[in-house]
């Protein structure tokens, strides 16, 4: 990739996004079990019985120096034996996904340190069924570590040797499918948000989902500012006055066997650099706005995810991108805008952009009412405040899928917190000239309320979940993904998807 100059566009090369697929080597591990293999890794019992040992290699050495340590769950230890380096860590069998990830990421970075050219995962000493989910945590993790990041420095990094990636101990085969799929789907997102706003910018981003809709044999429609004005979608563009390129992108995969309507819509924030407007954001909250438009990108990531899954019914995708800038057009508070669906709104806060861009977006992608509508965003930091970088949020207009949303980011190892979403919290953006008020003046609360405004654009019709991404940025990484920039909700509406309350929202007639 090349650096730009001041107005000029260019069309970044999407990268590899997928590992090769696994062998694995079916068998109770045994010393030959890592044979041909560079290194290896392995998640074990905190106590594992004296047994074990024998069927590992370099057993007696790894023994040695287990016994040595009051606590090998924190971090790995390793061992020279032969042509192979062995990492193993500690994993209590009960142990839920979250934990399963947050170890392995732990043990491929380790064993990723030495560049080797075949890499072993695996686990013994637990039931068959925990061998297996650990194999699949493993494999994430270790399509998370080797997926390169945007890097603009003038010495490439150096070459990455892996080709071989082998399953071991497993019992019976395992399909890692869905795996591959979902690391695809979070590694597009995470690459997308780690552009820099010159490289990524609304022309820019949309050449990028034309041409991997295009890879992918996915319909595209971009709605410009032409189309948008004729939709009457005052939201929008409210905030995208100064920003060139802006529009709204809408992505299709259809299955070759239907037609049909949507079944499944997913909608993204795509703010490629958020200055908060008129009410400009100080220095250190500027830093790292480039990756306001993570929404978009994890939208867009589930949507490649479900393509590559070739899910029995249609999705569609629409990204609401453009920039939140300052200029002599900017919108202002106290204006009052009309958004698409006629709703007028009296503008706050300039930086409480999000919820105005996808409101129009929501009121577009929801008119042939899908049963199913899930929109992402880095909405608000109240968001973060409530809940740390660890977890995300979720709204629903059917509160009957909290314990789906609860249980799906338990499966995932993405975890969420369902909040409120009841009708007295209008009382706080009732306006005395418009329909609402875009936010209020205080903070209190503002990812309920930044909720209960894009609740309106969606039809009673559809059943819907916001996702406030709180856990999209996390220093140091989180559960399997080491950067700071996680791709958040890939895996966590993957695993939605398959819980029964939403299988039959998605299923009926």
């Known amino acids: 990739m090349?650096?730009?100059?001041?107005?000029?566009?260019?069309?970044?090369?999407?990268?590899?996004?997928?590992?090769?697929?696994?062998?694995q080597r079916i068998g109770e591990l045994e010393p030959s079990s890592t044979r041909g293999l560079e290194a290896a890794v392995l998640l074990l019992p905190?106590?594992?019985?004296?047994?074990?040992?024998?069927?590992?290699?370099?057993?007696?050495?790894?023994?040695?120096?287990?016994?040595?340590?009051?606590?090998?769950?924190?971090?790995?230890?390793?061992?020279?034996?032969?042509?192979?380096?062995?990492?193993?860590?500690?994993l209590d069998e009960?142990?839920?996904?979250?934990?399963?990830?947050?170890?392995?990421?732990?043990?491929?970075?380790?064993?990723?340190?030495?560049?080797?050219?075949?890499?072993?995962?695996?686990?013994?000493?637990f039931s068959d069924n925990t061998v297996a989910v650990a194999a699949d945590g493993l494999l994430a993790a270790t399509a998370a570590a080797m997926f390169d990041m945007p890097a603009f420095r003038s010495r490439p990094r150096p070459r990455r040797r892996l080709r071989k990636i082998a399953l071991l101990?497993?019992?019976?085969?395992?399909?890692?499918?869905?795996?591959?799929?979902?690391?695809?789907?979070?590694?597009?997102?995470?690459?997308?948000?780690?552009?820099?706003?010159n490289q990524l910018d609304p022309k820019t981003y949309k050449t990028v989902v034309a041409k991997l809709a295009k890879d992918e044999d996915w319909q595209f429609e971009y709605f410009d500012r032409a189309r948008l004005r004729r939709e009457n979608a005052g939201a929008f563009l409210a905030v995208a006055q100064d920003s060139v390129g802006a529009g709204i992108a809408r992505i299709r995969y259809c299955p070759k066997s239907t037609r049909a309507l949507?079944?499944?819509?997913?909608v993204g924030k795509g703010v490629c650099f958020d200055t908060g407007g008129v009410n400009l954001k100080p220095f250190k909250s500027m830093q790292g706005m480039q990756a306001d438009m993570q929404g978009s990108a994890?939208?867009?990531?589930?949507?490649?995810?479900?393509?590559?899954?070739?899910?029995?019914?249609p999705v569609e995708c629409w990204l609401a991108i453009t920039e939140n800038l300052i200029g002599s057009r900017s919108y202002k508070p106290g204006d009052l805008i009309t958004a698409s669906n006629g709703t007028t709104i009296e503008t706050v806060h300039t930086d409480a952009e999000g919820r105005l861009v996808l409101a129009d977006t929501l009121n577009l992608a929801t008119r042939e009412k899908p049963p199913m509508v899930i929109d992402y965003a880095t909405l608000t930091g109240a968001c973060c405040v409530a809940l740390t970088t660890r977890y995300s949020g979720v709204f629903t207009n059917r509160p009957e899928l909290h314990d789906a949303l609860v249980a799906a980011g338990l499966e995932s190892g993405e975890r969420v917190w369902p909040f409120p979403l009841d009708e007295d919290f209008d009382e706080l953006l009732e306006s005395q000239i418009a329909d609402i008020k875009q936010c209020p003046a205080g903070s209190e609360g503002d990812h309920i309320l930044g909720a209960r405004l894009l609740r309106r654009f969606v039809p009673q019709e559809s059943a819907w979940v916001h996702v406030d991404l709180s856990a999209g940025e996390n220093k140091g990484g989180l559960a399997h993904v080491p950067t700071n920039i996680t791709g958040f909700g890939v895996r966590f509406t993957l695993s939605l998807l398959e819980s029964k309350a939403v299988t039959a929202l998605l299923t009926g007639p």
Not at 57 to 70: F, I, K, M, N, S
Not at 171 to 197: E, H, M, S, V, Y
Request: aromatic content about 4%; overall charge positive.
């Open 94 to 125: 009960d142990a839920d996904c979250f934990r399963r990830l947050t170890a392995s990421r732990k043990l491929i970075a380790e064993a990723l340190k030495s560049n080797p050219a075949s890499l072993g995962l695996g686990a013994a000493g």
């Open 262 to 266: 949507p079944k499944l819509t997913l």
């Open 298 to 313: 994890v939208a867009l990531g589930t949507l490649l995810a479900c393509s590559r899954l070739s899910l029995p019914y």
């Open 46 to 90: 905190p106590s594992p019985p004296a047994s074990l040992w024998k069927k590992l290699p370099a057993g007696r050495d790894v023994r040695r120096l287990w016994v040595r340590r009051d606590d090998n769950r924190g971090t790995p230890l390793s061992v020279q034996t032969g042509d192979l380096t062995l990492h193993v860590i500690a």
């Open 169 to 197: 101990g497993l019992r019976q085969r395992i399909d890692p499918t869905k795996t591959l799929a979902a690391a695809a789907g979070t590694n597009l997102a995470r690459w997308l948000t780690a552009l820099p706003a």
């Open 2 to 23: 090349k650096c730009l100059a001041k107005g000029e566009t260019m069309t970044l090369d999407l990268p590899a996004m997928e590992l090769p697929r696994p062998v």
